[in-house]
């Protein structure tokens, strides 16, 4: 875990923030894996989308290796929501 970029970083600590919930919704429910599955890609798909928001106010604010790693992330995100 040392020897990742901050990029990286973001990108799997969104990912375990989504499968988390995601896990979370379906034990509460306790639903089956189809609606597990349904609950991650929302979670992905709304987490996908923040992260493009926070990405273009990182980049205005001249923050642009924490904009790229965002926008990567987004993307990442994104991808997986489908």
Same mark, same amino acid.
Not at 20 to 35: F, H, M, N, P, R
Not at 54 to 60: A, K, M
Not at 68 to 82: C, E, N, P, R
């Given at each position: *875990?040392k020897? =990742?970029?901050?990029? !990286?970083? =973001? %990108?799997?600590?969104?990912?375990? %923030? /989504?499968?988390? %919930? /995601?896990?979370?919704?379906? $034990?509460? !429910?306790?639903?089956?894996?189809?609606? +597990?599955?349904? /609950?991650?890609?929302? *979670?992905?798909?709304l987490? @996908? %989308?923040?992260?493009?928001? &926070?990405?273009? +106010?990182?980049? &205005?604010?001249?923050?642009?290796?924490?904009g790229?790693? +965002?926008? =990567?992330?987004?993307? $990442?995100? =994104?991808?997986?929501? @489908?």
């Open positions: *875990m020897n =990742l970029k901050p990029f !990286q970083k =973001l %990108i799997l600590i969104h990912v375990a %923030i /989504a499968f988390l %919930i /995601a896990v979370y919704y379906s $034990v509460t !429910q306790k639903t089956d894996a189809g609606e +597990f599955a349904l /609950a991650f890609g929302v *979670m992905c798909l987490g @996908g %989308i923040l992260d493009l928001f &926070i990405s273009v +106010f990182l980049f &205005i604010a001249s923050s642009r290796e924490w790229k790693g +965002f926008l =990567l992330s987004g993307g $990442v995100l =994104l991808l997986l929501s @489908g």
